[in-house]
Nanobody, 115 residues
């Protein structure tokens, strides 16, 4: 089970830090990610961090967002800096265990960036 938090309303240029708490065992064997879905748009990948700690980002957030994980605490974070109104969306935490195909999603947290 994934529980996302940390969303809110922020002005353009501001920062937010999203957190995702995971329950269960073997967290270190999961590839983790953040996705977002804006109104009327499809869900899109924002950032990934694999079980080894390697990261990947959507071009639109490179240099502004940082994904990280703490395996001991079973947490994943998304530090978002220099936010723009285009970042407004519901952000979802995602997990997939390595060598498996089951996808797990958190409930989503709303991020709203005002201009």
């Amino acid at each position: 089970q994934l529980q996302a938090s940390g969303g809110g309303l922020v002005q353009a240029g501001g920062s937010l830090r999203l957190s995702c708490s995971a329950s269960g065992n073997n967290f270190s064997r999961y590839n983790m990610g953040w996705y977002r879905q804006a109104p009327g748009a499809q869900r899109e990948l924002v950032a990934l961090i694999n079980f080894r700690g390697s990261t990947d980002y959507a071009d639109s957030v490179k240099g502004r967002f940082t994904i990280s994980r703490n395996n001991a605490d079973r947490m994943v974070y998304l530090q978002m800096n220099n936010l723009t109104p285009d970042d407004t969306a519901v952000y979802y935490c995602h997990a997939r265990r390595i060598y498996y195909t089951n996808d797990y999603w958190g409930q989503g947290t709303q991020v709203t960036v005002s201009s």
